[in-house]
């Protein structure tokens, strides 16, 4: 009963799913590291947001399914449907997923609709089509680099920063 628009004016920021990826080796860690430095930024600036990695859904949610590659799409699918009950609330939901590939970010894609999602790429891209609505070059730069994107894009709100 509470609309998208009603949400918007009371959080001070549009709903968004974000998802970092990098598919440079060795930088698993790092993209989940922006994916928290991100999540406790927009919290101290009072917006909605959660963190969640998949490492979380394994543990949890998907504990009961086997942990193995072949068990990713699963593992995708799962984080996708949560992203979209937490975009249908209104927050920002981020999570981190290393090395994802084109068939995984559309899925992603499809699995949140009508809600929207930003893929964030960190150093050496994991696409071979797929464009991301950002590259960023190392991770010292991305937590600015999203909220400067979250901007320009109108999901944070001006007057709230």
Request: hydrophobic residues 35%; contains cysteine; charged residues 25%.
């Amino acid at each position: 009963m509470i609309s998208e628009e009603q949400r918007k004016n009371a959080y001070g920021h549009k709903a968004k799913f974000i998802v970092i990826t990098s598919g440079s080796e060795g930088k698993e860690k790092d993209i989940q590291n922006v994916g928290r430095q991100l999540e406790e930024r927009l919290f101290n600036m009072k917006f909605k947001a959660y963190y969640l990695g998949v490492s979380s859904i394994l543990h949890g949610l998907a504990s009961d399914v086997a942990n193995s590659y072949e068990d990713r799409d699963e593992h995708i699918r799962q984080i996708g449907e949560l992203a979209r009950i937490f975009t249908d609330s209104g927050q920002i939901f981020i999570t981190s997923i290393f090395n994802l590939d084109d068939y995984e970010a559309k899925k992603l894609k499809l699995l949140n609709q009508p809600n929207e999602i930003i893929v964030v790429n960190i150093g050496q891209t994991p696409f071979n089509n797929f464009v991301p609505d950002a590259n960023i070059e190392n991770t010292e730069d991305a937590v600015e680099a999203v909220c400067d994107l979250l901007k320009r894009q109108e999901i944070i709100l001006e007057y709230y920063i």
